[in-house]
């Protein structure tokens, strides 16, 4: 069993940053940020392999970029010139040996 604890969301105005961790409770190699608006699926953000090698949905390119600490086991998500249309629940997932774990998630909202 794996543990994913997410924090770092809030409120923030348009153009504005915020960075959000992640914590998992085991050595993951492949972690990811996933989104979920209000009436929409969830969608992928950004993942990172055990090397850091990262990939972005187009809509976050250039704007966000994850990264890791494997001696915490800790992910990082930095989002900088935020949209109203990234307002989401942001949850982390990982998957290890075929099972997907998923944290609670934490509320990010950019409005002014």
């Known amino acids: 069993q794996v543990q994913l604890v997410e924090s770092g969301g809030g409120l923030v105005q348009p153009g504005g940053s915020l960075t959000l961790s992640c914590v998992a409770s085991?050595?993951?190699?492949?972690m990811g940020w996933y989104r979920q608006a209000p009436g929409t699926e969830r969608e992928l953000v950004a993942a990172i392999s055990s090397g850091g090698n990262t990939n972005y949905a187009e809509s976050v390119k250039g704007r966000f970029t994850m990264s890791r600490d494997n001696a915490k086991n800790t992910v990082y998500l930095q989002m900088n010139s935020l949209k109203p249309e990234d307002t989401a629940v942001y949850y982390c997932?990982?998957?290890?040996?075929?099972?997907?774990?998923w944290g609670k998630g934490t509320l990010v909202t950019v409005s002014s």
């Open positions: 997932n990982a998957k290890r040996f075929g099972i997907v774990y």
């Open positions: 085991a050595s993951i190699s492949h």
